[in-house]
Structures are given as structure tokens and as C-alpha cells.
């Protein structure tokens, strides 16, 4: 039947073909049927015998591999955290140590400032002290110099007016003025 | 041959010749008869196939290596590919029939991938290979059915989830279905197969006429492109069938 239509086909050009199409030919189907039997034991064999285990171990080794290289990954990982906590805890301490170390510093130089001030006051103080005895002192003389100068003064113009001089009266009078 | 006719007048169709036997050693013809074990073009073309077969799962994986080659990691998804259907489709006790699998698989595949190039052999498309692979595997899932699960493998007929007056009746279909299953599995792989291959040639012998030639060449191209995928897809669907049926023998009880 298929053949009839490939003879409609080819528009009058003589068919050589007879029989039925080749697809059905039983006479081929020995020769077919032998050869793909042979072509099938040939590929189970190649494959049972030669790939398939290789290929077997191969991606067992290849999940081996995989399987320890992530655990080893996952265990470096571990240790870089381990890594970045004591570089973390490191950098705090050593944060902490040169804050103490500042602070102890500004203390000192604190406490130097503070024991340099107090001197320095107290030998102001002190010069303070001195110039304000210097001059008492030199008040109180000048008061004695006062009265002296009264004194001679009112003597003075006691002869010249040519009166009797008595000195303890003068005096007497002259410190209670003065004050000397 | 043909050449006789094709100068006689313009158009010549004949899509079904590259179907034909021819030895390999010899002269054939339309009315060839080989005998049992003639070496012929249908011998050479399956030796390509094994040979294809060979290169790339045995030379190419030879250096084991853990960081694949580029053909290493072919035969690596291939092997896994079909493991995992093995697994999935019958089941983790089916991984001893992986390697018969394995090889249905790639005896289709290599045939009819080879049987796309130009001036060669498709053995796929013959009824008479198809057939044994279909038979090959009904005979083998039915022996091991009755061998593993006795006289319970008959419960694949009789749906005892089923109403029992309805018993029967699903038991005739169950029963006609099974029975049909080798022949739709072998006739759906030759019958695509030769198909294809008839269309491009029909296209091809339409090339002939100077005028819708480029369209017959373009029909030939985008039919060559269907033909890839259906020569990958029938080895896909044979395989997956295959382990379905295979499950069958093993798991009768659902």
C-alpha cells in the first residue's frame, strides 16, 4: 500500500522496488534482529564491565571530595571567626590599656601642675609677706623720723621765740600729736 | 538503480530508500536478502553507535579524574541523568537493572543520532529492532514479575481498590492494556522515527524543482531541527517507559 503511493509519487518513473517497503521487508529482519542483539551485548558489556564502575567511583570520589572540602571550608570559616574574635577582643584591650595609660599620664602631670602651682604661690606668698614687713617697716621709721622731726622742730621754735625748753614737756607733747 | 529513472523525467521520490539493507562488501538492491550475519549498512552503523558508545564512556573516563574533561562530564551526566530516573521512576531497588537501562538508552540514542547524518542507517526505524527492544522488555518485566512477587504480580489486574462487580471489567482492560504496551512501546520509537526521516527525504525530492527549492531546503532544515529533539525525546520516553514498567514488576501492589 505505502509502496502504491510512492509509485503515485514519483509521476510515472518506473519503480524498481517490490515487495513491501523496507521498513517491512521480512527479509531483513534476521540480519536486523542479529546485529542490534550484537550491538546490545556489546553496549552492556562496555557499560557493566568498563564505564559504569569507573564512573560509579569516580562521583563517589567527586562527593568524598566535595563533602570534605566543605567541611574543611565550614572549619576555616570557624577558625577565621575565631581569628576575627580575638583580634576584636585584642584591639579592645589595647584600647582600654592606652586609655589607662593616657589617663594616668594626665593624672601625673596633673598632680606635677598642682605641686609646681602650690609652690609657686607659696613663694609668692612668702616674697608677699617679706615686702609687706619691708614696709612696716619702713613706716614705722618714718613715724620715728617724724617725731624726731617734731620734736627738733618744736624745740627749734620754742628757742627761737625764745622760750624756756623743757624737753620732757615737748616730747610729751609732741608724741601725744604725733604719735611716735 | 534509481539514477536510471531520475534522468528519465523531473520528479523522483524515493523517502523510503534510505531504509533499505545494503551490504557492505557487494552490490544490493530493492531485492536484497541478507543472510543471518551479512555485514551490512545497518552492521556498520550500529558498530558506529557501540564505537561512540565506547569512546565516551570508557576512553574519556579513563583518568577517573575529579574535575571532569569536557567528555567525561557528558558520560557523567548521562550515567546520572538515567540513574536518577532509574531511582525516581522504579524505585531504589531497581538500581541492579541500571546498567540494562543504561544500554537501551543508548543504543536509541547513539542510533538515532547517528541515523541523522546524511547517507547513513537508522536501525531505530526498523519495526524489527524496535520490536525487540519493546518485546526484549515486556518478556524480561514479566518474567521478573512472576519471579519476584509470585502469583501476586497478578494483582497489577485486579484493583482491589475498586468496586468488585467492576473487577473484572478493569481486569480485561488492565489485562489488553498490558498486552498492548510492547507493541505501542516499540511502534511509537520506529514509527517517529521513520517519519521524520521519510518527511525530510519527501522535502528533499520537492528540492528538485527549481522553484520552491529554497523552501523544500528550508523544510528540510527546520525538519532536521524537529528530528534532533525527537531522536533525544523517543530514547527519553522508551527509557522512562521502560521503568515504568519495570516499577510494575517490582511494585506490583500500586
Given at each position: 500500500?505505502?509502496?502504491?503511493?510512492?509509485?503515485?509519487l514519483?509521476?510515472?518513473?518506473?519503480?524498481?522496488?517490490?515487495?513491501?517497503?523496507?521498513?517491512?521487508?521480512?527479509?531483513y529482519?534476521?540480519?536486523?534482529?542479529?546485529?542490534?542483539?550484537?550491538?546490545?551485548?556489546?553496549?552492556?558489556?562496555?557499560?557493566?564491565?568498563?564505564?559504569?564502575?569507573r564512573?560509579?567511583?569516580?562521583?563517589?570520589?567527586?562527593e568524598?571530595?566535595?563533602?570534605?572540602?566543605?567541611?574543611a571550608?565550614?572549619?576555616?570559616?570557624?577558625?577565621?571567626?575565631?581569628?576575627?574574635?580575638?583580634?576584636?577582643?585584642?584591639v579592645?584591650?589595647?584600647?582600654a590599656e592606652?586609655n589607662?595609660?593616657?589617663q594616668?599620664?594626665?593624672?601625673?602631670?596633673?598632680?606635677?601642675?598642682?605641686?609646681?602651682?602650690?609652690?609657686?604661690d607659696?613663694?609668692?606668698?612668702?616674697?608677699?609677706?617679706?615686702?609687706?614687713?619691708?614696709?612696716?617697716?619702713?613706716?614705722?621709721?618714718a613715724?620715728?623720723s617724724?617725731a624726731?622731726v617734731?620734736r627738733?622742730?618744736?624745740?627749734e621754735?620754742?628757742?627761737v621765740?625764745g622760750?624756756?625748753?623743757?624737753?620732757?614737756?615737748v616730747?610729751r607733747?609732741?608724741?601725744?600729736r604725733v604719735?611716735? | 538503480?534509481?539514477?536510471?529513472?531520475?534522468e528519465?523525467?523531473g520528479?523522483?521520490?524515493?523517502?523510503?530508500d534510505q531504509?533499505?539493507?545494503t551490504?557492505?562488501?557487494?552490490?544490493?538492491?530493492?531485492?536484497?536478502n541478507?543472510?543471518f550475519?551479512?555485514?551490512?549498512?545497518?552492521?556498520?552503523w550500529?558498530?558506529?553507535?557501540v564505537l561512540?558508545i565506547?569512546l565516551?564512556?570508557?576512553l574519556?573516563?579513563?583518568?577517573?579524574?575529579?574535575?571532569p574533561?569536557?567528555?567525561?562530564?557528558?558520560?557523567e551526566?548521562?550515567?546520572?541523568?538515567?540513574?536518577k530516573?532509574?531511582?525516581?521512576?522504579?524505585?531504589?531497588?531497581?538500581?541492579?537493572?541500571?546498567?540494562?537501562?543504561?544500554?537501551?538508552?543508548?543504543?536509541?540514542?547513539f542510533t538515532?543520532?547517528?541515523g541523522l547524518?546524511?547517507l547513513?542507517?537508522?536501525?531505530?526505524?526498523?519495526?524489527?529492532?524496535?520490536?525487540?527492544?519493546?518485546?526484549g522488555?515486556?518478556?524480561?518485566v514479566?518474567?521478573?514479575?512472576?519471579?519476584?512477587?509470585g502469583?501476586?504480580?497478578?494483582?497489577?489486574?485486579w484493583?482491589?481498590?475498586?468496586?468488585?462487580?467492576l473487577?473484572?471489567?478493569?481486569?480485561?482492560?488492565?489485562?489488553?492494556?498490558?498486552f498492548?504496551?510492547?507493541?505501542?512501546?516499540?511502534?511509537?520509537?520506529?514509527?517517529?522515527?521513520?517519519?521524520g526521516?521519510?518527511?525530510i527525504?519527501?522535502?528533499?525530492?520537492f528540492?528538485?524543482?527549481a522553484?520552491i527549492?529554497?523552501l523544500?531546503?528550508?523544510?528540510?532544515?527546520a525538519?532536521?531541527?524537529?528530528?534532533?529533539?525527537?531522536?533525544?525525546?523517543?530514547?527519553?520516553?522508551?527509557?522512562?517507559?521502560?521503568?515504568?514498567y519495570?516499577?510494575?514488576?517490582?511494585?506490583?501492589g500500586?
Open positions: 500500500m505505502e509502496h502504491d503511493a510512492t509509485a503515485e514519483t509521476h510515472g518513473t518506473a519503480v524498481p522496488t517490490e515487495g513491501p517497503i523496507p521498513l517491512l521487508q521480512p527479509a529482519f534476521d540480519n536486523l534482529i542479529f546485529w542490534a542483539v550484537v550491538a546490545l551485548v556489546a553496549i552492556y558489556f562496555i557499560l557493566s564491565r568498563m564505564a559504569l564502575p564512573i560509579g567511583s569516580t562521583l563517589a570520589t567527586r568524598g571530595t566535595i563533602a570534605s572540602d566543605l567541611s571550608a565550614e572549619a576555616l570559616r570557624a577558625q577565621a571567626r575565631d581569628a576575627q574574635a580575638a583580634y576584636d577582643k585584642a579592645a584591650e589595647a584600647r592606652s589607662r595609660i593616657a594616668a599620664t594626665r593624672d601625673a602631670i596633673k598632680a606635677d601642675l598642682d605641686a609646681a602651682l602650690a609652690q609657686a607659696a613663694q609668692i606668698e612668702a616674697r608677699a609677706a617679706e615686702g609687706a614687713r619691708a614696709v612696716a617697716e619702713i613706716q614705722s621709721q613715724q620715728g617724724v624726731e617734731a627738733d622742730t618744736a624745740r621754735i620754742l628757742r621765740l622760750g624756756q625748753v623743757d624737753e620732757t614737756a616730747d607733747a609732741v608724741s601725744a604719735g611716735g | 538503480m534509481e539514477e536510471t529513472a531520475h528519465a523525467v520528479l523522483t521520490f524515493h523517502p523510503l531504509f533499505q539493507l551490504p557492505l562488501f557487494g552490490t544490493g538492491g530493492a531485492d536484497y541478507p543472510s550475519f551479512a555485514l551490512t549498512n545497518a552492521t556498520l550500529m558498530a558506529i553507535s561512540a565506547f565516551l564512556f570508557v574519556s573516563t579513563g583518568s577517573r579524574s575529579v574535575i574533561g569536557r567528555a567525561q562530564s557528558v558520560a551526566l548521562i550515567y546520572s541523568f538515567i540513574r530516573m532509574v531511582d525516581d521512576v522504579a524505585g531504589h531497588d531497581a538500581g541492579r537493572f541500571f546498567p540494562l537501562i543504561l544500554t537501551l538508552f543508548l543504543f536509541i540514542l538515532n543520532f547517528f547524518l546524511p547513513s542507517f537508522t536501525a531505530t526505524s526498523h519495526i524489527a529492532v524496535t520490536a525487540l527492544l519493546g518485546f522488555v515486556f518478556l524480561f514479566t518474567v521478573l514479575g512472576f519471579v519476584l512477587n502469583k501476586k504480580f497478578l494483582g497489577l489486574f484493583m482491589t481498590d475498586a468496586p468488585l462487580f473487577r473484572p471489567i478493569i481486569a480485561v482492560i488492565e489485562l489488553i492494556s498490558y498492548v504496551r510492547p507493541v505501542s512501546h516499540s511502534i511509537r520509537l520506529a514509527g517517529n522515527i521513520m517519519a526521516h521519510t518527511v527525504k519527501v522535502f528533499a525530492g528540492a528538485q524543482v522553484a527549492s529554497p523544500a531546503v528550508l523544510g528540510v532544515a525538519i532536521y531541527g524537529i528530528e534532533i529533539l525527537v531522536a533525544g525525546i523517543q530514547a527519553y520516553v522508551f527509557t522512562i517507559l521502560t521503568c515504568v519495570l516499577k510494575d514488576a517490582l511494585h506490583p500500586h
